[in-house]
């Protein structure tokens, strides 16, 4: 019998990752049920070793694809706001910020632009990366060792991941991201092919939100 729903839906959220077995369709309903400002507040909430369960637990769930990162009703080169929360010990709130190239709205893209806006940036850099949906598996791969060749306008200069400290955080990084909601991914970050034990969950602007909006700044 499952226990009534408290008034914090992060709380929920959380009680129903320490659940076991993990229900993956349940957490789903759960999360597309709730407002964006909810859903963000939830997945913030969650800590390293819930980040580390659910990634786990929906492991083969929920196909992901570039579409579910930035859908089709956002032109190209418009920036799409994907809010954050990692398993790092400090500094564990950011966002990754993706786009489609200039000119890909006219087909299907094969890859996206991105970059991560958080605290850190300016010692760290930007951190941008490409994105791809894999050749293996029904997931998206986050890579830093590619570069965009060109970025949106408001956008950071793009810098390399291999110099300077941005190459202790960004250098020779893939992210592996899965599908948990219509809104939500789990990420797992792994470094020359070696798993760095290193999670985070994002959560896609609200696309109810008026689509020539988006990239801009929300409350």
């Keep these: 019998m499952q226990p009534a729903k408290s008034a914090d839906p992060a709380e929920d959220l959380r009680f129903q990752i320490r659940d076991r077995p993990i229900e993956p369709e349940r957490i789903r309903r759960f999360l597309d049920e709730l407002s964006h400002q909810a859903r963000v507040a939830a997945i913030r909430s969650l800590g390293s070793g819930e980040l580390r369960s659910l990634y786990a637990g929906v492991d083969g769930f929920k196909p992901v694809l570039l579409e579910d990162l930035v859908p089709s009703a956002v032109g190209d ?34 890859e996206l632009y991105g970059f991560n806006f958080q605290t850190l940036a300016p010692i760290t850099g930007p951190g941008y990366f490409i994105a791809r949906e894999s050749e293996d598996r029904p997931e998206v791969l986050i890579d830093y060792r590619s570069l965009p060749p060109e970025h949106p306008q408001g956008w950071p200069s793009i810098r390399s991941n291999e110099r300077g400290l941005s190459r202790l955080v960004y ?49």
């Design 171 to 219: 250098g020779f990084l893939l992210d592996t991201l899965r599908g948990v909601s219509d809104h939500v991914t789990i990420g797992s970050a792994a470094r020359k092919g070696r798993d760095l034990g290193s999670w985070f969950a994002l959560c896609r602007e609200d696309e109810e939100r008026d689509p020539r909006n988006w990239g801009r700044a929300t409350t």
């Design 77 to 110: 080169f418009a920036s799409v706001r994907h809010h954050g929360k990692n398993s790092l010990p400090v500094f564990t709130r950011f966002e990754k910020r993706f786009c489609r190239p200039r000119n890909a709205d006219r087909e299907p893209a094969r």
